[in-house]
């Protein structure tokens, strides 16, 4: 059981923690690669109001 819970400190990280961190895109990435503009501005509630 301790091998199973690694609570004795020694033993390697599970393959399966490893390899979904390494396919989870990094969001830093994301929002680096995303258009510094963003998307086109929206009138504002007051403004569509007044039209």
Same mark, same amino acid.
């Not at 199973?4 to 490893?18: F, I, R, S, T, V």
């Given at each position: 059981?301790?091998? &199973? +819970?690694?609570?004795?400190? @020694?033993? $390697?990280? $599970?393959? &399966? $923690?490893?390899?979904?961190?390494?396919?989870?895109?990094? /969001?830093?990435?994301? +929002?680096?690669?995303?258009? /510094?503009?963003?998307?086109? &501005?929206?009138?504002? @509630?007051?403004?569509? &109001?007044?039209?």
């Amino acid at each position: 059981m301790d091998m &199973e +819970l690694n609570l004795d400190g @020694k033993g $390697q990280p $599970q393959p &399966e $923690q490893a390899i979904a961190k390494s396919a989870r895109p990094s /969001v830093l990435d994301r +929002l680096k690669a995303s258009p /510094v503009h963003g998307a086109p &501005e929206k009138p504002h @509630k007051k403004e569509m &109001e007044a039209r």
